[in-house]
Protein backbone atom coordinates (compact mmCIF):
# COMPACT_ATOMS: atom_id res chain seq x y z
CA UNK A 1 0.00 0.00 0.00
CA UNK A 2 3.05 2.63 0.34
CA UNK A 3 4.16 2.75 -2.99
CA UNK A 4 0.20 3.40 -3.91
CA UNK A 5 0.53 6.15 -1.65
CA UNK A 6 3.44 7.28 -2.94
CA UNK A 7 2.32 7.87 -6.17
CA UNK A 8 -0.77 8.93 -5.52
CA UNK A 9 0.02 11.85 -3.53
CA UNK A 10 3.45 12.58 -4.71
CA UNK A 11 3.25 12.57 -8.41
CA UNK A 12 -0.69 13.45 -8.93
CA UNK A 13 -0.72 16.56 -7.06
CA UNK A 14 1.97 17.76 -9.93
CA UNK A 15 -0.42 16.87 -12.91
CA UNK A 16 -4.03 18.45 -11.81
CA UNK A 17 -3.23 21.27 -13.33
CA UNK A 18 -2.06 20.41 -16.51
CA UNK A 19 -5.67 18.01 -16.97
CA UNK A 20 -7.81 20.43 -16.17
CA UNK A 21 -8.25 22.42 -19.95
CA UNK A 22 -8.53 19.06 -21.45
CA UNK A 23 -10.69 17.79 -19.12
CA UNK A 24 -13.76 19.68 -19.65
CA UNK A 25 -14.37 17.51 -22.41
CA UNK A 26 -14.41 14.72 -20.03
CA UNK A 27 -12.04 12.74 -21.57
CA UNK A 28 -8.86 10.85 -20.65
CA UNK A 29 -5.74 11.53 -23.04
CA UNK A 30 -3.29 8.93 -23.08
CA UNK A 31 0.36 8.08 -24.32
CA UNK A 32 1.16 4.87 -24.38
CA UNK A 33 4.73 3.26 -25.87
CA UNK A 34 6.28 0.26 -25.91
CA UNK A 35 9.42 -1.50 -24.95
CA UNK A 36 12.02 1.62 -24.03
CA UNK A 37 15.35 -0.16 -23.87
CA UNK A 38 17.24 2.34 -22.55
CA UNK A 39 20.35 0.00 -21.57
CA UNK A 40 22.98 -1.63 -23.19
CA UNK A 41 24.00 0.70 -26.23
CA UNK A 42 21.64 3.66 -25.26
CA UNK A 43 23.71 4.32 -21.62
CA UNK A 44 26.39 4.10 -23.40
CA UNK A 45 26.00 7.15 -25.72
CA UNK A 46 24.63 9.14 -22.42
CA UNK A 47 26.86 10.95 -20.41
CA UNK A 48 27.16 8.36 -17.60
CA UNK A 49 27.52 4.82 -18.34
CA UNK A 50 27.89 1.91 -16.72
CA UNK A 51 30.56 -0.46 -17.52
CA UNK A 52 30.14 -2.02 -20.66
CA UNK A 53 30.92 -5.50 -20.07
CA UNK A 54 28.35 -7.68 -22.02
CA UNK A 55 27.81 -11.52 -21.68
CA UNK A 56 26.26 -12.14 -25.13
CA UNK A 57 26.96 -14.52 -27.28
CA UNK A 58 29.08 -12.25 -29.85
CA UNK A 59 28.57 -9.46 -28.25
CA UNK A 60 30.86 -8.61 -25.34
CA UNK A 61 31.58 -4.49 -25.57
CA UNK A 62 28.24 -2.28 -25.24
CA UNK A 63 29.93 -0.04 -27.04
CA UNK A 64 29.78 -1.95 -30.15
CA UNK A 65 26.43 -1.39 -30.38
CA UNK A 66 27.19 2.52 -30.99
CA UNK A 67 29.69 1.55 -33.67
CA UNK A 68 26.60 -0.70 -35.60
CA UNK A 69 24.61 2.51 -35.01
CA UNK A 70 27.03 4.86 -36.72
CA UNK A 71 27.73 1.80 -39.71
CA UNK A 72 24.38 1.87 -40.83
CA UNK A 73 23.05 5.86 -40.09
CA UNK A 74 25.93 8.08 -39.66
CA UNK A 75 28.41 9.24 -36.45
CA UNK A 76 27.40 9.72 -33.50
CA UNK A 77 28.46 12.71 -31.21
CA UNK A 78 28.71 11.59 -28.14
CA UNK A 79 27.91 11.76 -24.93
CA UNK A 80 24.55 12.60 -26.22
CA UNK A 81 22.08 14.94 -24.60
CA UNK A 82 18.43 12.70 -22.65
CA UNK A 83 16.75 15.39 -25.18
CA UNK A 84 18.44 14.01 -27.93
CA UNK A 85 16.96 10.63 -27.51
CA UNK A 86 13.36 11.65 -27.68
CA UNK A 87 14.21 13.73 -30.65
CA UNK A 88 11.03 14.58 -32.62
CA UNK A 89 8.54 12.90 -29.86
CA UNK A 90 9.52 16.03 -27.20
CA UNK A 91 7.54 18.16 -29.85
CA UNK A 92 4.56 15.59 -30.52
CA UNK A 93 4.07 15.63 -26.86
CA UNK A 94 3.96 19.12 -26.41
CA UNK A 95 1.25 19.53 -29.21
CA UNK A 96 -0.45 16.64 -28.09
CA UNK A 97 -0.24 17.06 -24.04
CA UNK A 98 -1.59 13.45 -23.00
CA UNK A 99 -2.68 13.95 -19.05
CA UNK A 100 -0.09 10.72 -18.59
CA UNK A 101 2.52 8.93 -20.41
CA UNK A 102 3.13 5.19 -19.81
CA UNK A 103 6.01 3.40 -20.67
CA UNK A 104 7.43 -0.27 -20.55
CA UNK A 105 10.71 0.28 -19.24
CA UNK A 106 12.77 -2.79 -20.54
CA UNK A 107 16.18 -2.47 -18.66
CA UNK A 108 17.21 -2.52 -14.93
CA UNK A 109 18.57 0.67 -13.67
CA UNK A 110 21.56 0.06 -11.65
CA UNK A 111 25.56 -0.37 -11.06
CA UNK A 112 25.56 -3.78 -9.85
CA UNK A 113 27.66 -5.57 -11.86
CA UNK A 114 26.68 -9.07 -11.37
CA UNK A 115 24.55 -10.15 -14.02
CA UNK A 116 21.75 -12.65 -14.15
CA UNK A 117 23.16 -16.41 -14.17
CA UNK A 118 22.90 -18.14 -17.39
CA UNK A 119 20.61 -15.36 -19.53
CA UNK A 120 21.84 -14.19 -23.18
CA UNK A 121 21.49 -10.35 -22.62
CA UNK A 122 21.51 -8.24 -20.33
CA UNK A 123 19.97 -4.44 -20.30
CA UNK A 124 21.30 -1.76 -17.92
CA UNK A 125 21.46 1.72 -17.38
CA UNK A 126 23.29 4.11 -15.05
CA UNK A 127 21.18 5.57 -12.38
CA UNK A 128 22.16 9.15 -12.95
CA UNK A 129 20.64 8.39 -16.60
CA UNK A 130 17.40 8.08 -15.01
CA UNK A 131 17.07 11.74 -15.61
CA UNK A 132 16.34 10.30 -19.54
CA UNK A 133 12.98 9.50 -18.00
CA UNK A 134 12.37 13.12 -16.07
CA UNK A 135 13.18 15.40 -18.94
CA UNK A 136 10.41 13.31 -21.38
CA UNK A 137 7.96 13.72 -18.42
CA UNK A 138 7.09 9.83 -18.06
CA UNK A 139 4.53 9.69 -15.46
CA UNK A 140 4.58 5.03 -15.45
CA UNK A 141 6.91 2.94 -16.31
CA UNK A 142 5.66 -0.90 -16.50
CA UNK A 143 8.16 -3.09 -15.18
CA UNK A 144 7.09 -6.51 -15.73
CA UNK A 145 9.21 -7.42 -18.04
CA UNK A 146 12.09 -10.24 -19.31
CA UNK A 147 14.94 -7.16 -18.23
CA UNK A 148 14.12 -5.99 -14.83
CA UNK A 149 16.54 -8.86 -12.85
CA UNK A 150 18.90 -8.48 -15.63
CA UNK A 151 21.41 -7.65 -13.33
CA UNK A 152 20.13 -9.68 -10.26
CA UNK A 153 17.61 -8.73 -7.40
CA UNK A 154 20.19 -6.46 -5.87
CA UNK A 155 19.87 -4.72 -9.69
CA UNK A 156 16.14 -4.91 -8.95
CA UNK A 157 16.55 -3.31 -5.67
CA UNK A 158 18.79 -0.63 -7.27
CA UNK A 159 15.73 0.37 -9.69
CA UNK A 160 13.35 0.42 -7.62
CA UNK A 161 14.86 3.22 -4.98
CA UNK A 162 16.04 5.03 -8.54
CA UNK A 163 12.62 5.55 -9.63
CA UNK A 164 11.01 6.25 -6.52
CA UNK A 165 13.65 8.95 -5.84
CA UNK A 166 12.84 10.40 -9.05
CA UNK A 167 9.28 10.43 -8.63
CA UNK A 168 8.42 8.37 -11.63
CA UNK A 169 5.95 5.74 -10.33
CA UNK A 170 6.01 2.39 -11.65
CA UNK A 171 4.32 -0.92 -11.20
CA UNK A 172 5.01 -4.73 -11.73
CA UNK A 173 7.83 -5.39 -9.41
CA UNK A 174 8.62 -5.13 -5.51
CA UNK A 175 10.04 -6.22 -2.42
CA UNK A 176 7.26 -9.63 -2.33
CA UNK A 177 4.49 -10.48 -4.26
CA UNK A 178 2.42 -8.26 -2.70
CA UNK A 179 3.68 -5.33 -3.35
CA UNK A 180 4.46 -6.90 -7.10
CA UNK A 181 1.00 -7.00 -7.64
CA UNK A 182 -0.24 -3.47 -6.71
CA UNK A 183 -1.19 -0.50 -9.16
CA UNK A 184 -0.29 2.77 -9.57
CA UNK A 185 -2.39 4.98 -8.67
CA UNK A 186 -2.99 8.76 -10.48
CA UNK A 187 -6.19 11.25 -10.13
CA UNK A 188 -6.99 13.31 -13.25
CA UNK A 189 -9.53 15.36 -12.25
CA UNK A 190 -12.13 13.76 -9.68
CA UNK A 191 -11.08 10.39 -11.54
CA UNK A 192 -8.45 7.68 -10.22
CA UNK A 193 -6.70 5.96 -12.97
CA UNK A 194 -5.27 2.59 -11.79
CA UNK A 195 -2.54 0.86 -13.57
CA UNK A 196 -1.62 -2.81 -13.03
CA UNK A 197 1.38 -4.65 -14.85
CA UNK A 198 1.82 -8.68 -15.35
CA UNK A 199 4.43 -10.67 -17.27
CA UNK A 200 3.93 -13.74 -18.79
CA UNK A 201 6.76 -16.46 -19.06
CA UNK A 202 6.38 -16.27 -22.49
CA UNK A 203 7.78 -12.78 -23.11
CA UNK A 204 11.11 -14.41 -21.55
CA UNK A 205 10.38 -14.02 -18.57
CA UNK A 206 11.80 -16.86 -15.93
CA UNK A 207 9.76 -18.32 -13.70
CA UNK A 208 12.40 -17.48 -10.67
CA UNK A 209 11.93 -14.14 -10.82
CA UNK A 210 8.45 -14.20 -10.20
CA UNK A 211 7.97 -12.35 -6.76
CA UNK A 212 6.77 -14.68 -3.57
CA UNK A 213 5.48 -13.72 -0.20
CA UNK A 214 9.05 -12.97 1.65
CA UNK A 215 11.28 -12.52 -2.55
CA UNK A 216 11.64 -10.04 -4.79
CA UNK A 217 10.62 -9.68 -8.17
CA UNK A 218 7.79 -9.60 -11.19
CA UNK A 219 4.33 -9.46 -11.03
CA UNK A 220 4.61 -13.25 -12.50
CA UNK A 221 1.34 -14.49 -14.61
CA UNK A 222 2.08 -17.67 -15.35
CA UNK A 223 -1.05 -19.22 -17.24
CA UNK A 224 -3.99 -17.30 -19.36
CA UNK A 225 -6.87 -19.14 -17.82
CA UNK A 226 -9.67 -18.78 -16.06
CA UNK A 227 -8.19 -18.87 -12.55
CA UNK A 228 -6.09 -16.43 -13.48
CA UNK A 229 -8.83 -14.08 -14.06
CA UNK A 230 -10.55 -14.99 -11.38
CA UNK A 231 -7.30 -13.74 -8.93
CA UNK A 232 -6.91 -10.66 -11.26
CA UNK A 233 -10.69 -9.96 -10.34
CA UNK A 234 -10.91 -9.55 -7.00
CA UNK A 235 -7.38 -7.87 -7.19
CA UNK A 236 -8.81 -5.30 -9.09
CA UNK A 237 -11.96 -5.26 -7.08
CA UNK A 238 -9.65 -5.12 -3.64
CA UNK A 239 -8.36 -1.90 -4.89
CA UNK A 240 -10.84 -0.21 -7.61
CA UNK A 241 -13.46 2.51 -6.38
CA UNK A 242 -16.66 3.91 -8.16
CA UNK A 243 -15.32 5.50 -11.35
CA UNK A 244 -12.36 4.15 -11.86
CA UNK A 245 -10.37 3.42 -15.08
CA UNK A 246 -8.34 0.02 -14.97
CA UNK A 247 -5.79 -0.25 -17.67
CA UNK A 248 -3.76 -3.15 -17.66
CA UNK A 249 -0.28 -3.60 -18.95
CA UNK A 250 1.04 -6.60 -20.11
CA UNK A 251 4.50 -8.24 -21.49
CA UNK A 252 3.47 -11.34 -23.54
CA UNK A 253 4.12 -13.48 -26.94
CA UNK A 254 7.77 -13.44 -28.90
CA UNK A 255 9.52 -10.59 -30.23
CA UNK A 256 8.62 -11.01 -34.15
CA UNK A 257 5.68 -11.99 -35.53
CA UNK A 258 2.35 -10.80 -36.05
CA UNK A 259 -0.03 -13.85 -34.78
CA UNK A 260 -2.02 -13.21 -31.66
CA UNK A 261 -2.99 -16.88 -30.00
CA UNK A 262 -6.71 -16.96 -28.97
CA UNK A 263 -5.37 -17.65 -25.32
CA UNK A 264 -3.98 -13.84 -25.59
CA UNK A 265 -7.43 -12.91 -27.10
CA UNK A 266 -9.46 -15.12 -24.72
CA UNK A 267 -7.89 -13.99 -21.98
CA UNK A 268 -8.07 -10.09 -22.83
CA UNK A 269 -11.91 -10.30 -23.58
CA UNK A 270 -12.37 -11.83 -19.89
CA UNK A 271 -10.35 -9.05 -18.07
CA UNK A 272 -13.02 -6.29 -19.90
CA UNK A 273 -15.88 -8.79 -19.11
CA UNK A 274 -15.00 -10.13 -15.94
CA UNK A 275 -12.16 -7.90 -13.93
CA UNK A 276 -13.26 -4.49 -15.09
CA UNK A 277 -10.54 -3.82 -16.92
CA UNK A 278 -10.65 -0.79 -19.17
CA UNK A 279 -8.05 -0.53 -21.93
CA UNK A 280 -5.10 -3.75 -22.29
CA UNK A 281 -1.97 -2.15 -23.13
CA UNK A 282 0.60 -5.42 -24.57
CA UNK A 283 3.96 -5.02 -25.27
CA UNK A 284 6.96 -7.54 -26.06
CA UNK A 285 6.79 -7.64 -29.89
CA UNK A 286 9.82 -5.55 -31.09
CA UNK A 287 6.90 -4.47 -33.87
CA UNK A 288 3.68 -3.00 -33.61
CA UNK A 289 0.96 -5.53 -33.86
CA UNK A 290 -2.75 -5.76 -34.71
CA UNK A 291 -5.19 -3.87 -32.43
CA UNK A 292 -8.81 -4.42 -31.44
CA UNK A 293 -12.15 -2.79 -29.90
CA UNK A 294 -13.80 -5.43 -27.65
CA UNK A 295 -17.18 -3.72 -25.87
CA UNK A 296 -15.60 0.07 -26.68
CA UNK A 297 -12.18 -1.30 -24.81
CA UNK A 298 -8.94 -0.73 -26.92
CA UNK A 299 -6.46 -4.01 -26.73
CA UNK A 300 -2.87 -3.66 -28.04
CA UNK A 301 -1.71 -6.95 -28.29
CA UNK A 302 1.58 -5.60 -28.93
CA UNK A 303 2.83 -2.06 -29.32
CA UNK A 304 6.48 -2.51 -30.38
CA UNK A 305 9.39 -1.30 -29.59
CA UNK A 306 9.55 2.35 -29.06
CA UNK A 307 13.53 2.89 -28.22
CA UNK A 308 16.27 0.38 -28.69
CA UNK A 309 19.94 0.00 -30.24
CA UNK A 310 19.13 -2.73 -32.71
CA UNK A 311 20.49 0.05 -35.31
CA UNK A 312 22.36 -2.06 -38.30
CA UNK A 313 21.25 -5.40 -36.40
CA UNK A 314 19.77 -7.89 -39.43
CA UNK A 315 18.15 -10.58 -39.59
CA UNK A 316 14.24 -9.56 -39.28
CA UNK A 317 14.23 -6.52 -41.87
CA UNK A 318 10.62 -7.52 -43.05
CA UNK A 319 9.01 -6.59 -39.93
CA UNK A 320 10.88 -2.76 -40.22
CA UNK A 321 11.50 -3.08 -36.09
CA UNK A 322 13.26 0.84 -37.01
CA UNK A 323 8.95 1.63 -37.09
CA UNK A 324 7.60 2.72 -34.16
CA UNK A 325 4.46 4.19 -32.92
CA UNK A 326 2.92 6.74 -30.34
CA UNK A 327 -0.29 5.63 -29.59
CA UNK A 328 -2.72 7.94 -28.55
CA UNK A 329 -5.63 6.79 -26.74
CA UNK A 330 -8.40 8.89 -25.94
CA UNK A 331 -11.27 7.52 -23.64
CA UNK A 332 -14.35 8.50 -21.85
CA UNK A 333 -13.70 9.47 -18.53
CA UNK A 334 -16.51 8.55 -17.04
CA UNK A 335 -16.85 5.01 -18.45
CA UNK A 336 -13.76 4.03 -19.58
CA UNK A 337 -14.33 3.35 -23.32
CA UNK A 338 -12.64 4.78 -25.99
CA UNK A 339 -13.07 7.30 -28.20
CA UNK A 340 -10.56 8.05 -30.18
CA UNK A 341 -7.47 6.93 -31.01
CA UNK A 342 -4.56 7.92 -33.28
CA UNK A 343 -0.92 7.00 -33.52
CA UNK A 344 1.91 8.79 -34.88
CA UNK A 345 4.19 6.85 -36.75
CA UNK A 346 8.20 7.17 -35.80
CA UNK A 347 11.52 6.20 -37.29
CA UNK A 348 14.57 4.92 -34.48
CA UNK A 349 17.39 6.33 -36.47
CA UNK A 350 21.11 7.64 -34.78
CA UNK A 351 19.92 6.58 -31.57
CA UNK A 352 16.98 9.17 -31.75
CA UNK A 353 13.39 9.24 -32.67
CA UNK A 354 12.23 11.07 -35.58
CA UNK A 355 8.79 11.48 -37.50
CA UNK A 356 8.56 9.04 -39.73
CA UNK A 357 8.29 9.76 -43.83
CA UNK A 358 5.34 9.41 -45.37
CA UNK A 359 5.69 6.14 -47.59
CA UNK A 360 6.83 4.55 -44.17
CA UNK A 361 3.99 5.91 -42.69
CA UNK A 362 2.09 4.03 -44.98
CA UNK A 363 3.68 0.54 -44.85
CA UNK A 364 2.65 0.83 -40.90
CA UNK A 365 -0.44 1.99 -41.85
CA UNK A 366 -1.14 -1.02 -44.40
CA UNK A 367 0.71 -3.67 -41.74
CA UNK A 368 -1.63 -2.78 -38.86
CA UNK A 369 -4.62 -2.43 -41.04
CA UNK A 370 -4.07 -5.94 -42.38
CA UNK A 371 -3.82 -7.28 -38.90
CA UNK A 372 -5.94 -5.60 -37.07
CA UNK A 373 -9.32 -6.38 -39.69
CA UNK A 374 -8.34 -9.88 -38.57
CA UNK A 375 -10.54 -8.77 -35.26
CA UNK A 376 -12.76 -6.19 -37.00
CA UNK A 377 -10.88 -3.30 -36.64
CA UNK A 378 -9.74 -0.86 -39.62
CA UNK A 379 -6.60 1.59 -39.12
CA UNK A 380 -6.71 4.65 -41.61
CA UNK A 381 -4.10 7.30 -42.63
CA UNK A 382 -4.80 10.89 -42.47
CA UNK A 383 -1.88 13.73 -43.23
CA UNK A 384 0.46 10.74 -41.62
CA UNK A 385 -1.28 10.48 -38.90
CA UNK A 386 -3.23 6.35 -38.21
CA UNK A 387 -6.41 6.71 -37.37
CA UNK A 388 -8.20 3.73 -36.03
CA UNK A 389 -11.83 3.55 -37.36
CA UNK A 390 -14.46 1.27 -35.12
Known amino acids: MLKMILFYFGIVSGMYCTAQTSMEKETLKLFLAGDVMTGRGIDQALRYSVEPVLYESYVKDARDYLFLAERKNGDLNVPVSYRYIWGDALKIWRERDPHLKLINLETSITTNDEPWPQKGIHYRMHPKNTELLSVADINHCSLANNHVLDWGRKGLAETMKTLEDSKIAFSGVGK????????SVFKIK?????????????????????????????????AFDEEQVKEIEVDIARNKEEGDIVIFSIHWGPNWGFNVPSSHRDFAHALIDQAGVDLIFGHSSHHPMGMEVYNNKLIIYGAGDFINDYEGISGHEKYRGELSLMYFPELDLASGDLLKLEMVPMEIKRLSLHKAIRKDAAWLQEVLDRESKKFGLEIGLKNGILEAEF
Open 176 to 183: NAREAAEP
Open 190 to 222: DKRILIYSYGSPGSGIPQNWAAKKERSGVNFLP
